[in-house]
């Protein structure tokens, strides 16, 4: 089958050889918060590699809405990898085929330790499944041109320490041998909870050591020098950061190297890309990431006044009278959108594939969700000054 291509695509492989003796910097797929207008953020300071959102394979593939709302991007979005989060082969292909044209490569979740996802048999449920894992990964390399990625995020997998560093090394061969471009691994197992503690640096390098394809890394990545610390530890090709980019969205930036909190200038990055985005950017995400990037700077009560806001221009106003952060003198050209259509590619229609049950699934982008409704009860509730952290309201997701 051919598909057509939006633009010349990545080689992704070569990004990794072009990053040596340094490592590739990695933006992480987060639900609701890696979309296009937060790329353009994280691009603008070192991330070399980004990922979009987690998106569910059954309600992109069955709904056209889901599609305008779960995926966007622009003709410098790149490179880019969309991640999916499927249960069989035939649903995941079915997603590649659809978002060919306008991505660099595809990535399959094994990594989401959420039980909504695992009863699924989404994320880590895979992971009870190597064979399921493998034979999507040969599939994808059946249906789709060699010279589009294809890679998997997972854990470790379970059992004693021997045991999972052994079971780990077996799914990542078999894994390379199907044809995965890259691997991305988090170095804790799925019944882990975040936990300076519990990253497993070794089981890690172990892992990294056993291939011959690029290898990211995964866990406890709040600051430019963890960053370094991870790669020097593990020899990792890549690494990857994903609250500590919602903390600091300067991470990667190395004119930052031991900054935990956004610099003022990277605020107003922020504040320039949403006022170019217009209506493309929801109130209620800008406003979010605000909220992670600046609550540390906040006294309790002005916490409170800033979760009260309901406009951008409030928020923008607010940032200005108490912080002296502003926005550019000159008003930004409207940011471009590519027009994502989708006629290249009709997806396999299935009885239970109806398009009522798709939209029911999709992410709702109205809804604040569980991440940011803990975090922003925790904010309140902390006393004035006190540092706020992101770590542990994050329940295992990457």
């Given amino acids: 089958m051919h598909l057509p291509q939006q633009r010349p695509h990545h080689n992704i492989a070569a990004l990794f050889a072009a990053a040596q003796p340094d490592f590739l910097r990695v933006s992480a797929p987060m639900v609701r918060y890696s979309k296009l207008e937060f790329r353009r953020l994280v691009r603008m300071n070192g991330v070399q590699l980004a990922f979009t959102p ?78 399921q894992v493998r034979e999507v990964v040969q599939q994808v390399r059946r249906t789709l041109p060699s010279d589009f990625s294809v890679s998997v995020k997972m854990r470790l997998l379970g059992g004693s320490e021997e045991d999972s560093v052994e079971r780990t090394i077996d799914l990542a061969r078999q894994l390379e041998r199907a044809g995965v471009t890259f691997l991305t691994l988090h170095g804790r197992t799925p019944a ?14 172990e892992v990294r050591k056993s291939l011959q394809i690029p290898l990211i890394v995964n866990g406890n990545v709040e ?91 409030q928020v923008v106003d607010f940032l200005r009278e108490h912080y002296n952060v502003r926005t550019s003198e000159v008003d930004p050209e409207p940011a471009p959108y590519t027009d994502c259509t989708y006629t290249h590619f009709t997806p396999p229609r299935h009885a239970r594939h109806i398009a009522a049950e798709a939209e029911e699934k999709a992410w709702s982008s109205k809804s604040d969700g569980k991440f940011f409704t803990e975090f922003k009860a925790h904010q309140i509730s902390s006393p004035a000054g006190d540092d706020l952290e992101l770590g542990g309201l994050f329940g295992g997701e990457e």
């Avoid at 978002?99 to 992971?127: E, F």
């Avoid at 882990?192 to 390098?205: C, G, I, P, R, Y």
């Avoid at 002005?302 to 009260?308: P, T």
């Fill in 54 to 131: 987690m998106m569910i394979s059954d309600s992109i593939n069955n709904s056209e809405k889901a599609r305008q709302n779960e995926f966007s991007t622009d003709p410098d979005d790149q490179p880019l990898i969309a991640q999916f989060a499927a249960k069989d082969a035939t649903e995941f292909v079915t997603s590649a085929q659809l978002i060919y044209p306008y991505v660099d490569g595809i990535d399959l979740n094994c990594g989401c330790p959420q039980s909504w996802a695992m009863s699924k048999g989404y994320g880590c449920g895979l992971l009870r499944q190597p064979e």
């Fill in 192 to 205: 882990q909870k975040h936990s300076k503690d519990t990253l497993n640096v070794s089981a890690m390098e």
């Fill in 223 to 313: 600051s430019w020098s963890d960053a370094c610390e991870l790669h020097a530890q593990t020899g990792a090709a890549g690494v990857m950061a994903a609250r500590g980019l919602l903390a600091n969205p300067a991470l990667f930036n190395s004119d930052y190297p031991t900054a935990t909190t956004t610099p003022s200038a990277c605020v107003e990055q922020w504040l320039d890309i949403a006022s170019a985005a217009g209506d493309n950017l929801l109130f209620q995400c800008f406003h979010h990431h605000l909220t992670f990037m600046w609550s540390s700077e906040m006294k309790r009560s002005l916490r409170v006044q800033f979760n009260s806001l309901g406009t951008k221009q």
